[in-house]
């Protein structure tokens, strides 16, 4: 890595390299996170670097081997798409615009199958009052 990168970098507690840094213990833990374009980097830099030099490389970046490990495990499975899967529940997926508009169209279809039976059951209704008013006009002249 470059001088330039080597400055811009801080360690987990947030410190340049020279600074002292503060005794204070954080009221709250912090976990580290990584982007997979620094997994990548790193796990090149220590494939890349001679057997002695792997050491430097993990106390440099404060890692440990088997992170490392499954951070080369991750490289194997999906590169990039492996390293950059956040972890945690996932977040709900939104509506898309062709799920909304076929949300509509079922809709639409039962609003106007609900519409159809609201109007079929008003005609059956008028029908059995029909019937029933006539039925009763048939018994009254009968007798």
Do not use: C
Not at 25 to 47: H, P, W
């Amino acid at each position: 890595m470059s001088s330039e990168e080597t400055a811009d970098r801080m360690d987990p507690v947030g410190v340049r390299p020279g600074e002292v840094p503060d005794p204070q213990v954080a009221e709250k833990a912090v976990r580290r996170t990584f982007t997979a374009k620094y997994k990548l980097a790193v796990v090149e830099e220590y494939e890349r670097a001679d057997h002695g030099e792997r050491g430097a490389i993990l106390r440099r970046e404060n890692l440990y081997s088997s992170l490392l490990t499954e951070w080369r495990r991750q490289r194997d499975r999906g590169a990039l798409a492996g390293l950059s899967v956040p972890r945690g529940p996932k977040p709900a997926a939104g509506p898309t615009e062709s799920g909304l508009a076929a949300e509509n169209a079922r809709l639409t279809a039962e609003l106007e199958q609900a519409r159809d039976v609201i109007r079929i059951q008003g005609e059956l209704s008028a029908l059995l009052e029909k019937l029933s008013s006539s039925s009763v006009e048939n018994r009254g002249s009968r007798r």
